[in-house]
């Protein structure tokens, strides 16, 4: 799991270097489908990312929010700030760790840490095809998806 979400960071830092193309005003330019806007969308990737990884560690999840991170350089310090934290954790990852049994403390559900993982991987694959939409939208190459060719073994 760890390589996949190796892909994932190497993909969003792209996504981040493709921004700087684009103007504020259009980083924070409602549109339709995703969670809004592209700052908005990269901001929720990193929030779901770090909530998540907090829940399975047991430890609490305080929101962070939006508006304290409306910059493309405050969000790519948002995630600075929490990838240390959550690559030290995952580099630590076992399969017996994948059954753990969690509880999600907002919806009281219980799910494996395995899953969660998966969920997370999933979850920003999932926004950055949205990102591709609004970049081709702008008539701009979105970041190439490939796993293949980007070094990760």
Not at 85 to 101: A, I, K, N, Y
Not at 116 to 131: D, F, M, N, P, T
């Amino acid at each position: 799991m760890l390589k996949m979400l190796q892909y994932n960071w190497q993909i969003r830092e792209e996504w981040f270097a493709w921004c700087e193309q684009i103007s504020a005003e259009e980083l924070l330019r409602q549109r339709s489908g995703g969670v809004g806007s592209i700052l908005r969308t990269l901001y929720h990737i990193i929030d779901v990312e770090w909530s998540w990884i907090q829940i399975i560690q047991g430890k609490p999840d305080d929101p962070v929010p939006f508006e304290e991170y409306m910059s493309l350089e405050r969000i790519k310090e948002l995630s600075a700030s929490f990838h240390g934290e959550v690559e030290l954790f995952l580099s630590t990852w076992t399969d017996e760790m994948d059954g753990t049994r969690i509880i999600n403390p907002s919806d009281q559900k219980e799910y494996t840490a395995g899953e969660i993982l998966r969920h997370v991987i999933a979850h920003e694959i999932h926004h950055i095809g949205q990102l591709s939409v609004w970049s081709r939208e702008l008539g701009l190459a979105p970041i190439s998806p490939n796993f293949i060719g980007r070094g990760i073994r």
